[in-house]
C-alpha cells in the first residue's frame, strides 16, 4: 500500500512560484532519502533536487539553484518542492521520489506549467 501522491501543480506567470506537495502513506518518508524529478514534452526525466534521510546533504540541478528548495515535513509524512522565479523552461510534469536502497517509490506526476 507505499504510494506517494503529487499535488499542487498548475499554470503559472513566468517570475511567479508554486509550492508542489508529494504525501506518502504506507511508509515513513523519514527513513528514506528523497527527491524531485521532472520531465519536459520531448526530453528525458531528469533530477531537480534531493535531500538525504538525515538531512545532511542536498542537491539542486544548476538549472534551478537558487530558485527552488527541496524540503521535509516527517510529522505530515510530507515532501515539498518550493519553486520561485518560474520560467516557461521550468515547464514539465514534476514527480517525487524515495529511495532507500533496496525500496524505491515513485509519484504519480503533477503538471506545472509556466506560460503568460
Known amino acids: 500500500q507505499a504510494q506517494l501522491v503529487e499535488s499542487g501543480g498548475g499554470l503559472v506567470q513566468p517570475g511567479g512560484s508554486l509550492r508542489i506537495s508529494c504525501a506518502a502513506s504506507g511508509f515513513s518518508l523519514d527513513h528514506y532519502d528523497i527527491g524531485w524529478f521532472r520531465q519536459a514534452p520531448g526530453k528525458q526525466r531528469e533530477g531537480v533536487s534531493c535531500?538525504?534521510?538525515?538531512?545532511?546533504?542536498?542537491w539542486y540541478a544548476d538549472s534551478v539553484k537558487g530558485r527552488f528548495t527541496i524540503s521535509r515535513d516527517n510529522a505530515k509524512n510530507t515532501m515539498y518542492l518550493q519553486m520561485n522565479t518560474l520560467q516557461p523552461e521550468d515547464t514539465a510534469v514534476y514527480y517525487c521520489a524515495a529511495d532507500q536502497t533496496s525500496r524505491k517509490y515513485w509519484g504519480q506526476g503533477t503538471q506545472v506549467t509556466v506560460s503568460s
Open positions: 535531500i538525504s534521510r538525515s538531512g545532511g546533504g542536498i
